[in-house]
């Protein structure tokens, strides 16, 4: 069996909508080039209006059906997929590379998306609904090209953060507390608890093996337990957390990177500067001046 990898919606495809890298569609079946099975390298939002659509992905499948929301991350593998002939609703794909520009994506979503493991179809209200449907409309509306000006890109990237924090809000109005699952595989809940941690001690620390120690595994075993259930490294995720949270002071306060480092508990400022520079290609200083 041949697997097929989806990193990318490039430009010249039918169902780009001007940005690269962001498709919004109303039929899974405009994804040209799609040769199922597929792994997915991108964040799928599919909302269901009105009809039903049946996807099977991974070992398992799952129906949409009216006023239902479906988002996976990168990693699965779509098998197939079934379309009633009434159906009705949109589907958006998001390159996690893009979405890495505009929001924080999986370190705030993650524990959602671990927590509907089992099935990650909720059932929305019809005020959820209407939001859902009026933020996909202008964000695809501002994608078009005939928008183009200075800041569209800033535009859509502001569209798609609101996008993106709506439906988080949606998915944790839905969640319970993760321990009331029936069941939920060991990697899973360690990655929950490994972000959980992470949330809270990555100002303090950026060890591997301090999170191991607190999580009573070894360095080794918790890397490849988060590897495995989220596709990136526990240095990755506690990077993302760092660097999330440096971006966020230099563009919303008046501290100095000095101030900066120290909050963030860097040995010296150029320490920190260093490491922002690795993760981002830019100093610190630099990013900042970007902004203005």
């Not at 939001?131 to 798609?160: D, F, G, M, T, W």
């Not at 607190?214 to 988060?226: E, F, I, T």
């Not at 100095?256 to 290609?281: P, R």
Request: glycine letters at 4%; charged letters at 20%.
């Amino acid at each position: 069996m041949v697997l097929k990898t989806i990193d990318s919606i490039p430009r010249s495809s039918a169902l780009a909508v001007g940005i690269d890298n962001i498709a919004i569609f109303n039929d899974m079946s405009m994804i040209r080039g799609l040769e199922l099975p597929a792994k997915i390298d991108f964040i799928l939002s599919i909302m269901c209006e009105a009809g039903r659509l049946l996807i099977s992905y991974d070992n398992r499948s799952h129906e949409l059906t009216k006023n239902s929301l479906m988002v996976m991350r990168q990693g699965h593998v779509i098998n197939s997929y079934e379309l009633s002939p009434d159906f009705k609703g949109h589907v958006i794909v998001v390159s996690t590379k893009h979405l890495d520009k505009t929001v924080p994506t999986m370190t705030k979503f993650m524990p959602y998306m671990i927590h509907f493991m089992g099935n990650p179809v909720i059932k929305l209200t019809e005020v959820e609904m209407t939001n859902q449907i009026e933020l996909r409309n202008l964000l695809k509306a501002k994608s078009q090209p005939q928008s183009e000006h200075a800041y569209r890109v800033n535009v859509v990237r502001s569209v798609l953060e609101a996008l993106f924090f709506e439906t988080l809000g949606v998915y944790s109005a839905h969640s319970m507390d993760l321990r009331s699952m029936q069941t939920i595989r060991r990697k899973d809940s360690l990655l929950y608890d490994f972000i959980q941690l992470v949330e809270s001690e990555f100002r303090r620390e950026r060890s591997v093996a301090y999170y191991a120690n607190r999580l009573c595994v070894s360095p080794k075993h918790l890397s490849s337990m988060v590897k495995e259930a989220s596709g990136r490294t526990a240095g990755d995720w506690i990077d993302s957390y760092v660097i999330m949270e440096a971006k966020a002071l230099l563009k919303n306060t008046g501290m100095t990177v000095q101030e900066i480092s120290q909050a963030l508990n860097f040995a010296n400022q150029s320490f920190f500067g260093k490491y922002f520079k690795h993760l981002t290609g830019i100093s610190p200083r630099m990013y900042r001046s970007t902004l203005l």
